[in-house]
């Protein structure tokens, strides 16, 4: 019984996220999850980000190492300092649930 109503939480999400008209965020927080699990949920309007999902391991870093910033388009726009430790992130949210979204909406 709880398998099946997982899958259909499962299918309910995937049908919000494949038919969002923009850059559409949903959030669920722990105390909102049933496992106490967070999950996010994104849909891009831009049309070139779509299905990416890219994996960066954890990493300890030097004093002084500096971390090259590019866009999505691969623009450059410098260097900023590297903290000591990085975090473990696939897509936008790290090893521990911390994750990172943002919305096309200008208001």
């Known amino acids: 019984q709880i398998q099946k109503m997982e899958s259909s939480k ?11 008209q923009g850059g559409t965020s949903f959030l669920i927080t722990r105390g ?4 106490n699990s967070t999950q996010v949920t994104y849909c891009p309007d831009s049309g070139y980000s779509l299905g990416r999902m890219i994996f960066t391991p ?3 870093h030097k004093d ?7 866009g999505y388009r691969g623009k450059y726009y410098g ?8 975090y473990k992130v696939i897509g936008f949210m790290n090893e521990n649930q911390v994750s ?5 909406f200008p208001g």
Do not use: N
């Open 10 to 20: 499962f299918v309910i999400l995937m049908a919000i996220f494949l038919t969002c």
């Open 32 to 35: 909102a999850s049933a496992d």
């Open 58 to 60: 954890s990493a300890d």
């Open 64 to 70: 002084g190492e500096m971390k090259k910033i590019y």
């Open 79 to 86: 260097e900023i300092p590297q903290v000591s430790h990085t």
């Open 100 to 104: 990172i979204v943002e919305s096309t």
